[in-house]
């Protein structure tokens, strides 16, 4: 006599190991609506991936021209951050997308993109963070290792912009210890005015991440929470 075992006989821990070689696309396309128990392992049982987010934050701060767009007022623009499918589009014509299939981070501004389900809004709009024009992170180094030069593309964008900005005060309100030396340098080598901001870029950016870091954990165990939700089918509207 044959014996079938279907999949849903399967034990917990042996359907996990199967969970651990399907990315999660896969995980939630196969499982998450076929009955409660795997809809609840594909649930609580899959996390985001750190190094992925890392990469989707790298990638986003490069997206636009943060140093022209982003304000230093209050700190900066607001913004949100909400697991969703495939790579955030650059522009609707222009979305420069390597991948539209797995699990992915997108960040919304304040009076952007606006999440439909209310439940999923609700929990991403608690974890507000706040960017500003030194979130643009395009790192350069000498290829001179006599120099041992290292700069942020934007920087002299930026100080340019002291007018709109107010880029004067806010470093003097911020970091004072720099202050100094980008603004009563007698050197007017740019060159070197781009190197004095290597700190204040540095430090921004430990900033940014900190946050947006702290936003995606509370936000994933969050959304964990509700029954419904389903990171792959997450809606937006203009």
């Not at 230093?72 to 420069?96: A, E």
């Not at 389900?117 to 290829?143: C, D, G, M, Q, W």
């Amino acid at each position: 006599m044959v014996t079938i075992t279907r999949f849903d006989d399967l034990s917990p821990e042996l359907i996990l190991c199967i969970f651990d070689y399907l990315s999660p696309y896969d995980r939630y396309n196969s499982f998450f609506n076929c009955n409660y128990r795997l809809h609840e392992l594909v649930k609580k049982r899959t996390e985001f991936n750190r190094k992925e987010l890392n990469a989707d934050i790298l990638r986003f701060s490069t997206l636009h021209s943060w140093y022209k767009h982003l304000p230093l007022d209050n700190d900066g623009m607001l913004y949100f951050i909400v697991p969703t499918k495939g790579q955030q589009p650059r522009y609707s014509f222009d979305p420069c997308v390597t991948d539209a299939n797995d699990l992915h981070w997108w960040f919304i501004y304040e009076g952007g993109e606006y999440i439909l389900n209310e439940h999923v809004r609700a929990i991403v709009t608690r974890y507000p963070f706040r960017l500003n024009p030194f979130f643009y992170h395009n790192e350069h180094k000498s290829t001179d290792q006599s120099l041992n030069r290292r700069w942020f593309y934007g920087g002299s964008i930026i100080l340019g912009r002291d007018e709109r900005l107010h880029v004067r005060t806010w470093i003097s309100n911020n970091y004072p210890e720099h202050f100094d030396r980008i603004f009563n340098s007698s050197d007017f080598d740019l060159r070197r005015k781009e190197d004095s901001l290597v700190p204040i870029f540095d430090s921004e950016w430990l900033k940014a991440t900190t946050a947006i870091y702290k936003a995606a954990i509370q936000i994933w165990k969050d959304l964990k929470e509700l029954d419904d939700f389903n990171p792959f089918q997450t809606e937006f509207t203009q």
